[in-house]
Each structure stands twice: as C-alpha cells, then as structure tokens.
C-alpha cells in the first residue's frame, strides 16, 4: 500500500478522535497508537462489515449498544481492554477495524470515502469487496 492511503488512515483516525466519543479509554488509546506511524496504518484495514477469518478490532462510540471494545480473531473473542491493547501492541499481524457509530441518521461519509480508497488501493480488495 502506498504512504498515501497509510495517511489518509491516520487522517481519518484523528478524525475519529476529534468527531466521536468512544465507550471505552482504550480505544482511545489504541487508535492513537495505531497512529503513530506509517508502519502502524499499513497493518490496519477500515471495514464496514467484519470478514470472516480476519483479526477484527471493534470499537464502539457512545452512541452504539455493542461492547466498547472487541478483539476477534480466528481462535478467541477478547473482551478485556487491557488483553486487546497488549495484543495489538505486541503483535504484527494485519487489523480490520470496525467502528461501531451507534443508530447514526446518515452514514459517515469519511468512512465511505476511505472505505472506496482501501478498495482501490489494496491488492486484496476482493476480500473487502463487501465494503462496496
């Protein structure tokens, strides 16, 4: 992926950031160290709806009835903050992203937009295909 998408994620996360209030201090947390490098947001993936099989990071603002925070991958379910933190932070591996906005009156047109950029950009959009 080119730097270019990397920063449009960084863009978009402090986007999140500034726009959103998340249920839980570790989201927070986590979104900013996803962010704080190019390396960081290659290994991310923003989706609109999860795939099967893959590590996905689910965060949740206020304004949704889901868990405030959620760590699938292809064994377990984490639930605890401090477990989903550790595991980001101590692992390489690739991290879709779902934001959970809640019952929102429109959708949120930055997501679209990056959503559409991942798309065009990856060598795996198949498998995101869905996000269309």
């Known amino acids: 992926m080119t730097d270019n998408l ?5 863009d978009f996360i402090e ?4 726009q959103y209030e998340f249920k839980s201090r570790i989201s927070v947390w986590t979104l900013n160290y996803l962010k704080r490098s ?3 947001a290659e290994r991310i993936h923003f989706v609109d709806s ?3 099989n893959h590590v996905t990071l689910t965060l949740a603002t206020i304004q ?3 868990n405030a925070i959620t ?3 292809n064994t377990q379910l984490y639930k605890n903050s401090n477990e989903i933190f550790n595991f980001i932070a101590n692992s390489s591996f690739a991290i879709d992203i779902k934001i959970d906005f809640g019952t929102q009156l429109r959708r949120e047109r930055r997501l679209d937009e990056l959503l559409v950029a991942q798309l065009l950009q990856s060598p795996y959009y198949i498998t995101y ?3 269309i």
């Open 6 to 10: 990397n920063q449009l994620k960084i």
């Open 15 to 18: 986007y999140l950031l500034f």
């Open 38 to 40: 190019l390396q960081q």
């Open 50 to 52: 999860i795939v099967n």
């Open 64 to 66: 949704s009835n889901s």
């Open 71 to 73: 760590l699938q991958t």
């Open 129 to 131: 295909f869905n996000d």
